[in-house]
């Protein structure tokens, strides 16, 4: 089984890669640039690069995947937050191999930030 995650680069995705790596689980980290994949990818990790709110990056990032778990928050005011979580969401569940199942789990959305 091939897990995609989505924000693999954030605190909780990280963690999250490690762990399931360790049990053996194939995972594949997603994020949006190099800086973000460097400590996974010197855990041995290979990781994706791009932007599943991008529909062009979207379906490459996933393609062969067998389920999506989306840690993933993307930065900016509340404006510009929820139409790019909204594209995010869109993308995955268009483009991601036919019956793959999506677990959407960003810690930030559910708990927030300290001011």
Known sequence: MKI???G???????????FLS???VQVIP?????????????CALACRYGA?????????????CNLVV??????GLPSQVRPA????????????PPGC???YISSISAFGMRG
Request: glycine content about 10%.
């Open 85 to 96: 979580v909204k594209a995010n969401i869109q993308n995955i569940l268009r483009l991601a």
């Open 30 to 42: 997603v994020s949006r640039t190099q800086l973000g994949g460097v400590f996974l990818e010197r």
């Open 101 to 103: 199942p999506y677990i």
């Open 8 to 18: 693999a680069n954030g605190q909780v995705g990280r963690e999250v890669c490690l």
């Open 70 to 75: 989306d840690f993933s928050h993307p930065h």
């Open 22 to 24: 360790v049990m053996g």
């Open 52 to 64: 599943v709110g991008n529909p062009k990056e979207a379906g490459r990032l996933l393609e062969d």
């Open 4 to 6: 995609a995650v989505v």
